[in-house]
């Protein structure tokens, strides 16, 4: 038995070095990809559900990886948030979604918001605030053109901590959206307390609409509890038109999903924006 356990082990921690190998790989791809300016920013439109005209559009980053490909952000978000490169990454975002914004307004094309996912390391550094407004302003935008996207977990993992950051960026104007949400169990009477102004509803629980009973229940209790508390809502992962239909009938005020338009490139976003017609 004894030598049963120790083989375990070593099992255990050549599978963990390899994984750890891996992750040091990766980690390393990561650092040359920030300065090789791998990165690249898509686009995803978000539309009123009144008139199925864009309001905004949502900031998705994607690696362009010179062997593997385009690696998808959840595959490298949350290796930047282990190995510490989210600082990094999430600088580059911002900086490159402020001067896209910048060259839409300078256009003179409709002036859609601009989302931000900030994930959680990156909210809790020292320093995001004035880094963010400095970003601004060096864009010659203000905080009103942007939107930030954290997720219910962040907010409840250090509420005190959260509340303060979130506070700084509501009185900068930037309106806050909670992404995800449905999925982070957070206790609903905690929302009233922070300074948000969207909810987006998880895709998961649009996916099973109209058909599904508990789907349909949970939308109508989110829609609900968040038109009281004066928050708008976002449904996302919209696809199909019955979904659009449901969710338009039962009040939500704006979608995002495949139905209206995948994540696109700046250019191709550029020339929706000119056409500014109803998706
Ligand atoms: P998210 O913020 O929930 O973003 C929505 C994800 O759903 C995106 O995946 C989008 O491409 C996808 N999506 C949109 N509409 C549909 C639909 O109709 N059907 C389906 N099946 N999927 C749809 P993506 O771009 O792969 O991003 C995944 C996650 O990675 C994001 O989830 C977000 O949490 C994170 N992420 C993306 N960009 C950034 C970033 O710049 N910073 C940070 N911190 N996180 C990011
Ligand atoms: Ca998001
Ligand atoms: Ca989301
Ligand atoms: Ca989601």
């Keep these: 038995a004894k030598a049963k356990g120790r083989n375990a082990t070593q099992f255990f921690s050549a599978e963990m070095n390899a994984r750890a190998y891996e992750d040091l790989l990766m980690s390393k791809a ?14 995803q439109p978000c539309v009123s559900l009144v008139d199925n005209r864009m309001t905004g559009v949502e900031a998705l980053v994607r690696w362009h990886h010179p062997e593997q490909g385009v690696i998808p952000p959840s595959t490298f978000i949350p290796l930047a948030e282990r190995n510490g490169l989210i600082g990094q990454l999430g600088h580059w975002v911002f900086r490159e979604a402020c001067e896209q914004t910048a060259r839409w307004r ?19 550094r020292r320093g995001l605030i004035q880094e963010i407004a400095k970003l601004i302003a060096d864009n ?21 901590r959260a509340q303060e950051v979130l506070r700084s960026v509501a009185e900068m104007g930037m309106d806050i959206a ?85 994540p696109r490139r700046a250019s191709e976003l550029t020339r929706l924006l000119e056409a500014n017609q109803a998706l």
């Design 30 to 43: 990561l650092r040359d990809a920030l300065e090789r300016d791998q990165f690249i920013l898509h686009y």
């Design 178 to 262: 909670v992404d995800d949400f449905g999925t982070g169990h957070s206790s609903l009477s905690y929302l009233k307390d922070f300074p948000i102004h969207y909810l987006k509803i998880d895709r998961s629980f649009v996916m099973g609409l109209p058909e599904d009973q508990g789907a349909l229940a949970i939308v109508k209790a989110i829609l609900a509890m968040a038109h009281n508390l004066n928050l708008k809502v976002i449904a996302e992962g919209v696809e199909t038109a019955a979904q659009r239909d449901i969710l338009a009938e039962l009040g939500c005020d704006e979608a995002q999903g495949y139905f209206f338009s995948r």
């Design 140 to 160: 010659g935008l203000t905080p009103r053109d942007l939107h930030m996207e954290i997720t219910e977990s962040m907010m409840m993992e250090n509420p005190e």
């Design 106 to 124: 300078m256009a003179g094309l409709p002036p859609v918001r601009v989302a931000i996912n900030v994930s959680a390391r990156q909210f809790n």
